[in-house]
């Protein structure tokens, strides 16, 4: 089964008051950081979604090899951006999982198991959990493009759950970073936080 990742990187970072995508992390800038461990990961294409601030984004990111695609309604919100990224994905995919550019945890491996899952047991929707709590990346079969379609506002695909309540299978991951992504800088002072934390722990196993 072919996925294709799309990462959502068209906000305007209001909250924030400096561009997401751009803020160092590590050894890369953020959406960087994303855009390598979706290279690195199994996912068949990479579709990055730009907006606010794209020229100068396009400028600074090495995007390895990923179709960049403008949104020009960004400001309508995140459905905006599931649907432009819809629009540049190949017609013998059988589903994608849309990621987040402003979360650095999602990696390879993680992103390896959520797609084996649902190699294993397709579903309109599958999810990842922590702690009782969904977060992301989420994987959407092709069966519900139509739908997504017919997404408006900020909520993103959260405004299908319920219709498909009966269709989404959750996964359980062991790791808080599903649920960590960067609105303030205190947001981003905390993953840069967790960063070290889980560095220190890495360095000590």
């Known amino acids: 089964m072919k996925i ?9 970072s209001n909250r924030m008051g400096e561009v997401k995508s751009l803020l160092p ?16 990961s199994i ?5 990055v979604v730009l907006g ?4 100068r984004i396009r400028k600074m990111i090495d995007f390895k090899d990923a179709t960049v695609v403008f949104n020009p309604d960004y400001r309508r919100g995140q459905s905006s951006s599931l649907k432009a990224g819809l629009q540049a994905v190949d017609s013998d995919t059988d589903g994608v999982m849309f990621l987040l550019g402003d979360q650095p945890f999602i990696d390879p491996k993680l992103i390896n ?6 190699r294993k047991q397709p579903a309109a929707i599958i999810i990842p959990v922590y702690d009782g709590k969904r977060g992301n990346p989420v994987v959407a079969h092709r069966n519900i493009f139509p739908m997504i379609r017919k997404i408006s506002g900020d909520s993103g695909l959260r405004q299908i759950f319920q219709k498909l309540k009966g269709d989404i299978r959750e996964v359980e991951i062991a790791d808080p970073g599903i649920l960590m ?6 947001d ?13 722990e890495d360095d000590n196993t």
Do not use: C, M, P
């Open 52 to 55: 606010s601030d794209a020229d």
């Open 4 to 12: 294709t990742g799309i990462i959502l990187a068209a906000g305007l």
């Open 43 to 47: 996912l068949s294409h990479t579709i």
């Open 188 to 200: 981003y002072r905390e993953l840069l936080l967790y960063a070290q934390k889980r560095q220190e």
């Open 113 to 118: 198991t959520l797609i084996g899952e649902w």
């Open 25 to 40: 992390f590590g050894k890369s800038l953020l959406l960087g950081l994303v855009i390598n461990n979706v290279w690195e």
């Open 181 to 186: 992504d960067i609105d303030t800088v205190e």
